[in-house]
């Protein structure tokens, strides 16, 4: 499978989405209906790493579905951070908050270049979150 869904650490605070290779959009659908059951599994705020690092090209339908993708939040997700992307990825990107307007996630989604920068922030969000919120 082009996308992996697991916990990012023994924590189960972030939950980290690999994308490799060619992926679809439906293999995007299942790796998101996957978190949402993640999230679920807990009563607290989980932040989300999704690793582009060695995607390739988006699929056909780019902003239709970053559309449909994203409609809804689910109560415990909490920043999302976006690792590896291309330029062309992050052209996409900001074609779609121009059009559509901002991420809709209100505890952010953060473009980082690699998984060691996405963990500096990791250590960031971690340090400026509430004791008694995990």
């Known amino acids: 499978m082009a996308i992996e869904v697991d916990w990012y650490d023994e924590d189960h605070d972030t939950i980290l989405i690999e ?3 060619v992926w ?8 998101l209906t996957r978190c949402n059951e993640m999230f679920d599994s807990v009563s607290y705020l989980v932040y989300t790493i999704f690793d582009f690092t ?12 970053l559309r449909r993708l994203n409609r809804s939040v ?10 590896g992307l291309s330029a062309g990825y992050r052209l996409i990107m900001d ?3 121009r059009l ?10 953060n473009v980082l270049n690699t998984r060691a ?5 990791l250590l960031k969000l ?3 979150r509430p004791k008694n919120s995990q």
């Open 19 to 21: 994308v490799k290779g």
């Open 117 to 121: 920068q996405a963990d500096a922030f």
């Open 24 to 31: 679809t959009w439906e293999e995007m659908a299942t790796a």
């Open 126 to 128: 971690r340090s400026e």
């Open 100 to 109: 559509y307007g901002k991420w809709i996630n209100p505890h952010g989604t």
């Open 54 to 65: 060695n995607a390739s090209r988006l699929p056909q339908g780019v902003l239709t579905n």
């Open 95 to 97: 074609v779609f908050a």
């Open 74 to 83: 689910h109560p415990n997700s909490g920043a999302v951070m976006l690792v």
